[in-house]
C-alpha cells in the first residue's frame, strides 16, 4: 500500500543536469530520513545523500558540490539536484524513505529505480 514513484531521469551530456523526484504514496504516519542511492553498471549500490526530517543533509564525497537533496514535506516527496554531470555518475538512482506505519513501526521503502546517463 506504501510506495515510491521516481521521475526525472534520462540522457544528459556531460556539465549537464537533471533533477529527479521521488514521491511517497499510501497509508503512513510520517516520513523520516530520505535517501538517494545509486548502482552504477556493474557496481554495487551507493548511498549518494540522505536528507533528515529536520533537513539535515550528507553526502557522499563524489557528489558533494555537485549535487543537492531536498524535500517537501507537504507532497511528501524528495528532490535530487544534480549539476556539473559527470560520465562516472552513469547509474541507476533509488530513492528510499524510513516511513513511521504507525507508532512503533518503522520501515524502509524503495522506489523502482530510474536510469541517468552522462554521456556525449
Known amino acids: 500500500q506504501v510506495q515510491l514513484v521516481e521521475s526525472g531521469g534520462g540522457l544528459v551530456q556531460p556539465g549537464g543536469s537533471l533533477r529527479l523526484s521521488c514521491a511517497a504514496s499510501?497509508?503512513?504516519?510520517?516520513?523520516?530520513?530520505m535517501a538517494w542511492y545509486r548502482q552504477p553498471p556493474g557496481k554495487q549500490r551507493e548511498l549518494v545523500a540522505t536528507?533528515?526530517?529536520?533537513?539535515?543533509?550528507n553526502y557522499a564525497d563524489s557528489v558533494k558540490g555537485r549535487f543537492t537533496i531536498s524535500r517537501d514535506n507537504a507532497k511528501n516527496t524528495v528532490y535530487l539536484q544534480m549539476n556539473s554531470l559527470k560520465p562516472e555518475d552513469t547509474a541507476v538512482y533509488y530513492c528510499?524513505?524510513?516511513?513511521?506505519?504507525?507508532?512503533?513501526?518503522?520501515?524502509?521503502?524503495w522506489g523502482q529505480g530510474t536510469q541517468v546517463t552522462v554521456s556525449s
Open positions: 528510499n524513505a524510513d516511513l513511521t506505519i504507525r507508532i512503533g513501526l518503522d520501515r524502509r521503502y
Open positions: 499510501g497509508i503512513f504516519f510520517s516520513i523520516n530520513t
Open positions: 536528507i533528515t526530517s529536520g533537513g539535515s543533509t
